[in-house]
Nanobody, 125 residues
Framework: QKQLVESGGGLVQPGGSMRLSCVAS????????MGWFRQAPGKEREGVSC???????HYGDAVKGRFTISRDNARNTVYLQMNSLKVEDTGVYYC???????????????????WGRGTQVAVSS
């Protein structure tokens, strides 16, 4: 059974940094494109970043230049390094396996994708 567990969320001040981790179990993520999505209160879910099996990456416009996605296949883990955080980055962040990783974030979700339960990120002074 595929399982994804996110960690690393919490409260951070604007301008701060945070790193999210996503550990996969029940499968090896080597051959999967992985993604991070987020959902803010009262807003639609949006794609944040994705990374394909060859470590090619894409980012949503709102986070380009501030966030970095990476993967460590040996640890079966995907990371999201978030810098220069803004209040509008607040939300629940979800790790997703088997996404369609391309330059169009609205197409990333795949019918066969597997989702984690999410980790809360709050950016506030």
């Amino acid at each position: 059974q595929k399982q994804l567990v996110e960690s690393g969320g919490g409260l951070v001040q604007p301008g701060g940094s945070m790193r999210l981790s996503c550990v996969a179990s029940g499968f090896t993520l080597d051959y999967y494109a992985m993604g991070w999505f987020r959902q803010a209160p009262g807003k639609e879910r949006e794609g944040v970043s994705c990374i394909n099996s060859r470590a090619g990456t894409h980012y949503g416009d709102a986070v380009k230049g501030r966030f970095t996605i990476s993967r460590d296949n040996a640890r079966n883990t995907v990371y999201l390094q978030m810098n220069s955080l803004k209040v509008e980055d607040t939300g629940v962040y979800y790790c997703v396996a088997n996404v369609e990783c391309n330059s169009r974030p609205y197409t990333w979700n795949h019918p066969d994708a597997s989702w984690g339960r999410g980790t809360q990120v709050a950016v506030s002074s």
